[in-house]
Every structure is written in C-alpha cells, then in structure tokens.
C-alpha cells in the first residue's frame, strides 16, 4: 500500500452502519472489575475487517469509496438492506419500525426444494435459462461440492459444460475409482462384488471392450447366490463344480475367467502375503492397473493426477511406519483422493461458472445463484475445540471457534450484491430433514418473504414429468393353447393357481429371477444345503444316526458356508438334525423303513405330463406309503389344501400310486412335514394335514384324491383351455414378488 500506485482494498466494507453497531463487534477490552472480556460478535461479516482495521490502526471513515460502479452490482437500497440483515441479534428488535422499503431485497429470490436433487435441477434449468439472454452470465456459488456435481451432471443433458472452480475429487474420476476397486476387491479377497466392481470398470480393457465385458457378464451370472470360497482359487473351485444347474454356464465362464485371473495374480499376492513395505504394495497395485487399463489409464489430467499420487506416496513412504496393512491401502488411497482435486484444463462454457466461496470473492455475474444455504453447510458447523474451552480461547486472543461462520457471511453478504441473485436450499438431505441456514432465516425475517421462484419450482417439477400417464391393467395374457406348456412340475401348480401370470413369465417367456450377487444366505439356499445333507446321509451312510450330526458339521464348516449362516443357524440346525435322525431311527425300530430319497418321477394326468421329486418315501408296517418333505420353516395348513392349494404332497402321492417312481409301488396314505423349524421349546416336528390331531383333517384315503381334483381343473383351465393367465388371481395364496415389477402391480392393484 506503501507504493506509489499502492492502495489497500477492502470489498465489503460496511461504511454505513452506525459507530454503535461497529463498537459492538469487538474484540472488546477486558472489564476493569472483572478482567473478564465481553464476548465478540464474531459471526458478524463485518468482524474480520473490524479486525484487520484496527491492528493496522486505520479509521472507517479514512477510507474513500470506489469510484465507480458496475453493471453487475445491485442497487444501493440493496446493499443497506444487506447491512440491516446481519445486524448483531441485539438491534435486530429495530427492524419493526422500518419502512417496508428499507426491509425489501428487490432483485432476490428464493428457491426452496424438496430435495438436493431436486435443487440441482432447478438451479440447472436457472443456469440454462441464463444463455437464453445474448451475453448474460450466470454463475452458481456453493460450499456444497455434492450439489455442485449434481448441477454439472443436470447441465449435460443440454451439452452444456461448465467449469467448476473447485475441479472434481480424484475419488469419483476414473482412473481413481479404478485404482480404489482394485484395492478394495484384493483387500475383500475378490469377493465377487468387489471383483466384479473392478471387471466391469470402464476403463478395463478398452481396446477389446466388447468381448472383455461379454466374459465379465458370463462370470457375473455364474457368481450368483452366496459367496464363493475366498480368493481367485475360490473363484476357480465355484466355477469347477459339478452336478450345478447352471453347469453349462460356468464351463463357459471359466474359459474367460482363466486369462482374466492372471491379471489380478500378482495384486493377490502381495495382499495376501500380510504386512507389507508401503511400496510393495503400490508397485502391485500399479503393475496390475497398467495391465487392465493400459497407457490410457494414466492419460488426461485425472489419470496424470493418479500417477503423480501414487509417484508421493512412494516417495513418502520412507517416512512412514516399515509395514502396512493391506486392508489399510485403499481407505488410506480414498482419503488421498478425496483430497486430490483435478481440474479439467479446457474449462467450460465462458458465460457460466461454479464457484467456492473463496473463488467467488474475486467473480461477478448477471445472476449469482447461492446454493446449498442449510446449516452445517453454509455456513458451516465449527468443529469443537477438544482441549479449549470458548471462553478460554477468548481469554488467551485466539481466533474463536465461529470466526469462520462471520467469514461465510461476509461472502454470502458480498454475493448479495449481484444485481440478480437467486438463493437455493432442500427441505431434506439424503437422511433427514434439514434446517434452513441462519442467513437464509434473517433475510425472511426482515423482508417479511421473500419473492418465491415459483415458475422455476414449476419447470423444476415438470421437466422430467410425462406428459401423460395411463396406469396399466391387470395383465392377462391368452396364448394359444398349442403353446401352453404340457409338462409341468407339482411345485408349479400353486403358482399356476394362484398367480397364473408369474407361471406364465416363467415358463412361456422363460423369466426366471437372478440371484444377487454376493447374497446373504436365503431360505431357499438353506434349504437346499439340507436338502443334500440329508440326501447324502441317505445315499451312502444308511441313515445311520451316528453320522448326521458330522455330515452336517462338516457342511457348516465349509469354507463356501455363509459366515451369517454358520453363526446364526448352526445351533438350530444342529438340534433339528439330531431329532431327525433319533426319529427316523425310533420309526425304523417300529418296521417303518426308507424306500428312496430325492427321486425324480412322472406320469400322464389329464393330458399333460405331471413331474417331480420327493424328498423322502418311506413304506409303512401296513405296506402303505408315507411321502415327507422336508421344511425349514412353518409347513402348509389344511385350510390351504382345501382351499386347492399346496397340493405338493397330493400330487408326489398321486405320482407314486401311478408308479410314476421307479421302483416304489402302493398306495400312499401318509403325509409328512418334518419341520426343522422351532415348536414348544425345541427345534423339529412332524405336521401333517391328514393327522387326526388336526383341528379339521383331510381324510388319508381322500387327499390324493382331492390333489388330484383339484390339478385337473387348473390343467383343463390354464394348460389344455383357453383361459387367460391372470395376474395375482388369488393374492392370498400369492406370497411371492418375483414379477410384480413385470406385471406393474402397484399401477393395478387395489383398483380393479
């Protein structure tokens, strides 16, 4: 300032408030009494030039104002009603006995949303709404680098590209989301959707893209259902078993799998080797990315970023601990990234801008949109002071803790000064609601409301908005009966029945749901596993009761067994599998004995082929037999049977009187679930809808006949009829979802 054409600048600075209002910032004297210090107002915008003022001992009034005005600037009446809007809490009772033209804001308007998304939508459209005037710019200020991403993702679907002034994380870009997928599928041992994350990335393989993502979506299929054995040998033994229904499809994937495998190889070495020499583990790191991405991956700016964090981190490393833990790689790489900001050098289009608070000081615009204006974001929450109290610090002259709040006001303060300035916030985050920022309140407060952007709400409303919306109709397809199916198994009937629909997506369109990825053990998964427990006890121990309590531990401990299921399910099972064997061998010592176990059969009934397989047949002292099916949950009711549904066990019965069972022959009258679910205190029983204990039984001698009833009447109905396949036709007997999103439920039902 000392130089010849030197001067001091200070933007903002309030020359109109009274000497009262400046004293009453602070820092204030200590109290000659006391020696206590009143405390400052320090969340004023005011404050911190107040400040700098009198540790250069200058006076207000000795500054001059500029000369000179722009095009951008508000009007004068503004700039007072800004001052009066941040005067300290204690003279804001005097806002009552202004004139209404001192409290207005003309030029300012607000835009409240429901949603961050829904904020970044209006504030894309006010962005696009700017270019429609030859030479008016606009630019977006915020704290909030989230919403800020969100506007420039809204502004590309006009091919509208927009700088941002605070560039984009390394974290989200794409050489760095690769880097993190690849630390993060070696440190999860390549569990499948951490390995399949890093497969799919896009920019594995560019240069045979295509093929490469067919083999990924092959191993994707094949990694359904729960997960696999840890570790790229895992992988290989999920993909080499036998006997699987998707057999086929894991052949195919292991053709692909084998050369994709030799990429991660050297990467799962030294993870899996424990602690390693910081270096070590990048080097890996870095081979493996080279060799998935090739040179493009360190290519443009992001990728130039990637190498030169990974080139400090090596370099660094020496001043570090000597081993690292794998596991530690990659949140040590996200924080890394997360503080590594790239910029694009092209920049974006010239009249639009997305600015910090700090890149905002030095920027003006026709239209500066203020988004993000909660609390906890503009202004930001101070973090506490662990070792200090406030008071303390106020004693000692150091900076208090809501110094930066009065700095987020004095910018909030000179970005009011736009001649057009539009102020944004969402009702609620991405977890709850949220309270409008402080600033935000006191501009309500003293303009009495401000003027809404309800056109903007509404564009933000319509924008994405069909034109028109016919809710759909209970679907009922009607094919022809030539092309309706003549096989079908005992466990389809229920659902033909009862959702005729989802019979017809499964077996005419042939739309069987995938299992997720990496999924938790389901009931249908833990019932399959017991399922082949017990077959194999069957098969080649005799039944033996010795040996399935170690066949069934010896399932548990699997290394492909669930972690959640071995610890949660393990004592139930383990009690339920012992009363199993105790009971088959109380009922053998009483002539009972086992014909067969997990056996396929068909036969010829009302015109189609009827199919299926039972869990176990036993034969009775009187030569009868017994059908069981094994439950890990609650069995059917008779109620159900009556009703025509659960027929599953009729209908096994109906096959084995026909003979449809090599080598079991005779009548069945027994029906048995053997529930390993819990009933009076312990885990396993036997329920049957024919038991004379029941409350209203089926007769024994008539529940095949009633199965058999009722199957040809939906045969004759659905499969050699005419009658259309309507969606959720009985929803009582209709429990499960799999096609309600193919059939749009929600839009039909409870309305027909």
Known sequence: AEMPRGMVVLPGLSIGISEGEWASLGPHKPDRATGRRKRAYETHPQFQLKLLLERISVNRSEFALWQGESEHDATPARGRAIETAMAPPDLTKEWSGLHYSARRLDGVRVFEAATPAEEA?????????????????????????????????????????????????????????????????????????????????????????????????????????????????????????????????????????????????????????????????????????????????????????????????????????????????????????????????????????????????????????LGGLNEGVWPGLPAPDPWLAPRIRAELELPGLERRIGVSAHDLAGALGAREVLLTRARRDSSAPTIASRFWLRLEALSGGLDRADDLAAWTRAIDEPGRHDPAQRPEPSPP?????????????????????????????????????????????????????????????????????????????????????????????????????????????????????????QIQFAGVTLKGKFDRIDRLPDGTLAVVDYKTGQPPSPKAVRAGYSLQLGLLGLIAQEGGFEGIAGDARGFEYWSMARKSGSFGYIDSPVSPRKRDPIPADEFVAIAGGNFHEAVKDWLTGGRAFTAKLVPEYAPYAEYDQLMRRDEWYGRD
């Open 481 to 601: 009966i030539e092309a309706r199916p003549k096989v079908i198994s005992v466990t389809e009937v229920d659902r033909l029945k009862a959702d005729p629909y989802a019979f017809y997506a499964r077996r005419m369109l042939r739309l069987a749901p995938l299992d997720p990825v990496d999924a938790d053990p389901s009931a249908a998964w833990r019932g399959t596993a017991v399922h082949d427990v017990l077959e194999q006890w069957a098969r080649h121990d005799d039944c033996a009761p010795d040996r399935l309590h170690a066949r069934a531990l010896a399932m548990l401990a699997d290394e492909r067994t669930h972690p959640m299921m071995r610890a949660l399910w393990q004592p139930r099972l383990m009690e339920a599998v012992d009363w199993i064997a105790q009971e088959i061998a109380a009922q053998s010592a009483g002539g009972r004995r086992v014909l067969g176990v997990e056996q396929e059969g």
């Open 121 to 369: 939508q209006g504030i894309a459209l006010a962005l696009r709404e700017a270019l429609e005037m030859p030479g008016k710019t606009a630019a977006l200020v915020t704290p909030d680098r989230a919403l800020a991403r969100r506007v420039v993702s809204h502004l590309a679907r006009w091919n509208i590209a927009i700088d941002d002034s605070a560039g984009q994380p390394l974290s989200v870009l794409a050489p760095g989301t690769l880097l993190l997928a690849l630390a993060e599928a070696a440190a999860q041992e390549f569990a499948p959707l951490a390995l399949l994350s890093l497969l799919k990335h896009p920019l594995v393989k560019p240069e045979a893209r295509l093929e490469w993502l067919e083999g990924a979506r092959l191993l994707d299929r094949a990694l359904r259902g729960p997960r696999p054995a840890p570790g790229l040998s895992g992988v290989d033994r999920h993909l080499a078993e036998q006997g699987r229904r998707d057999g086929g499809l894991r052949r195919a994937a292991q053709d692909w799998w084998a050369g994709a495998r030799a990429y991660l190889e050297p990467v799962e070495a030294i993870f899996a080797a424990g602690q390693q020499p910081l270096p070590a583990m990048l080097a890996a790191l870095r081979e493996t990315a080279q060799a998935l991405g090739g040179d493009g991956l360190w290519s443009r700016a992001e990728g130039r970023a990637a190498a030169d964090l990974l080139d400090a981190l090596e370099r660094e490393a020496a001043f570090g601990p000597p081993v690292v833990d794998p596991a530690s790689l990659a949140p040590l790489l996200r924080t890394l990234m997360d503080e590594t900001a790239v910029r694009p050098p092209q920049g974006g289009h010239p009249r639009l801008a997305i600015l910090g608070l700090i890149e905002a000081r030095l920027h003006n615009a026709d239209l500066m949109i």
